[in-house]
Each structure stands twice: as C-alpha cells, then as structure tokens.
C-alpha cells in the first residue's frame, strides 16, 4: 500500500539546536518527493522538490535528502520563527499524490 | 504570496445552505486542485483538473460539487454538507499534470464550520 509516514509527531527544540525530520515512504514508481511549511490557519507554502535518490537542496537553515526509502529535512541553527508544521508528500506513477500528517516543530528562545 | 487565492477565508455554513468556494491562480497553471485537510490526518485529494477536464475524484460524496470554468479559475460548490464536513479546504495549482514532477503551489485555504 502507497504511504508516506512522517517522524516525530512533534519536535520541541531550542533556539540554534539543529535536528532532522523524516519524511518515510513505499510508492510505486516515485516522481518526486516534496517539502512544504505550514503555519497555522494558512496554506502549505513550498519549499523544496526533489527528483531522484541522492538529490539534496539547501534554502537558508533548511536541507533536504532523499534515499529510496525516505527524506530527512535537516534544521540547522533553528531560530523561532522556523516553527511551523513541515509536510512532506509524494508523488507517485499515475500521478497519484500522498501527504504525510506532518510534524510540527516549535523551536523555543 | 503564492500567487494562488481563495475566497472567502472563512465560511460558517448551516446543513441546508448552499455555497461555493472560490480559487484562482495567477501562475499560468494548467492543473488544479481541490484538498481537504482536517486536524491529525493527512491532506485529501478531492478533485484534480487539467486544463479544464477533470481527470481524479477521489470518491467525494455528491455534496461537494467542482467547477472549472478555464484554467485560473475553480470553484466548489457545496449543499446539505454534514457537520464532519468542517475543515480546511485548500486549492492547488500547478504547471500540467503527468508530465514530469507536478510541484504544486497552494493557496491560504477557506476554514469551513458546518453547525
């Protein structure tokens, strides 16, 4: 069965406190793997898109890997307003989508 | 600003009203989308269309009613909705669909309350 399973739940960590979050998954045929932030009461805003096994992306304190089995969204020196909800999803072939429950991350000064 | 809007934000509905949400995309998007994202549980796709034509329902009740006029606009009509139907309803778009890898953009989203 198609799944995409994220780890933690939750993630309280201090301010400059790096840590990774996991994005795990068994789909047919992945075409891409993707990133989003959500903060509360608004839509996922985008973050990153990744395509194929080994494929990493950076944005500020952010970077993203991808396996064949899972993401990390790696966190370095998290400030406060990175707190959110982090959304992984896939795409898979047939152009099905999977979106895993998220963590939510609250990082404290 | 995703360049991706929905109106109106909020929505507070009765089981026997009838109401559309709206979404349009400033992208120049051929696809979109239709979730509902309800607390603890991840998003549901409910309807997806591609250059106009709808191409996925995700077996969602007839309460729920998708309009796609062209391309930048789609709208959800919604009638004699049940209390479980309160939620986030989120619109996506993104430049076609099966193509390559479909990145989608999503708009701020219409909290729905059902009484």
């Known amino acids: 069965e198609d799944q995409v399973t994220q780890s933690p739940e939750a993630l309280r960590l201090q301010e400059g406190e790096s840590s990774s979050l996991n994005c795990s998954y068994t789909?047919?045929?992945?075409?891409?793997l993707f990133w989003y932030r959500q903060d509360p009461g608004k839509g996922p805003e985008f973050l990153f898109t990744?395509?194929?096994a080994g494929e990493e992306k950076e944005k500020e304190r952010l970077k993203a890997t991808l396996t064949k089995k899972e993401s990390f969204l790696h966190i370095t020196a998290p400030k406060p307003e990175d707190s959110a909800t982090y959304l992984c999803?896939?795409?898979?072939?047939?152009?099905?989508?999977?979106f895993g429950t998220g963590t939510s991350l609250t990082v404290i000064p | 600003e995703t360049g991706v809007t929905q109106t109106p934000r909020h929505l507070v509905m009765g089981m026997t009203n009838k109401k559309s949400l709206k979404c349009e995309q400033h992208?120049?998007?051929?696809?979109m989308y239709w979730y509902k994202q309800s607390a603890k549980k991840p998003l549901e796709l409910m309807f997806v269309?591609?250059?106009?034509?709808?191409?996925e329902n995700n077996s969602v009740p007839s309460r729920f009613s998708p309009e796609c006029p062209n391309s930048s606009h789609l709208f959800l009509h919604l009638h004699t909705l049940q209390p479980e139907d309160s939620a986030l309803y989120l619109c996506?778009?993104?430049?076609?669909?099966?193509?390559?890898?479909?990145?989608?953009?999503f708009g701020p989203g219409t909290r729905l309350t059902v009484l």
């Open positions: 996506a778009s993104s430049q076609d669909l099966g193509v390559s890898t479909d990145t989608q953009y």
């Open positions: 789909v047919s045929g992945l075409r891409g």
């Open positions: 990744l395509y194929s």
């Open positions: 999803a896939v795409q898979a072939a047939g152009n099905q989508f999977y």
């Open positions: 992208l120049g998007h051929n696809a």
């Open positions: 269309y591609s250059l106009e034509e709808r191409v």
